[in-house]
């Protein structure tokens, strides 16, 4: 079965940072990229951030460029997403996603974790 495991949230005053993990099972992990989406109360699901798969380039959204970095860990079948300088509009349950290649569409991507939730306090 394939699956993917948020863990990482929780509650940080602005400012502060977190770091969100991203473990996966069920399949081949090398051949898939890996997303970041995050949705809050009332908005879409917005893509976050990104890296791929064949050479491992990563990808932000300009909401989050310069504050959250992406990174991988093969050997660990896991990747992660460090957040710092948060902002309250950074609340959000986080989700991480598989596909075939990134993209900011969250219809693009086949397996899903259970998200995390990060509430980032003013």
């Known amino acids: 079965e394939v699956q993917l495991v948020e863990s990482g949230g929780g509650l940080v005053q602005a400012g502060g940072s977190l770091r969100l993990s991203c473990a996966a099972s069920g399949f081949t992990f090398d051949d898939y990229a890996i997303g970041w989406f995050r949705q809050g109360p009332g908005i879409e699901r917005e893509g976050v951030s990104c890296i791929g798969s064949i050479d491992g380039s990563t990808y932000y959204a300009d909401s989050v460029k310069g504050r959250f970095t992406i990174s991988s860990d093969n050997a660990k079948n896991t990747v992660y997403l460090q957040m710092n300088s948060l902002k309250p509009e950074d609340t959000a349950v986080y989700y991480c996603?598989?596909?075939?290649?990134?993209?900011?569409?969250?219809?693009?991507?086949?397996?899903w974790g259970q998200g995390t939730q990060v509430t980032v306090s003013s």
């Open positions: 996603a598989a596909g075939s290649g990134c993209s900011s569409w969250y219809f693009e991507y086949d397996y």
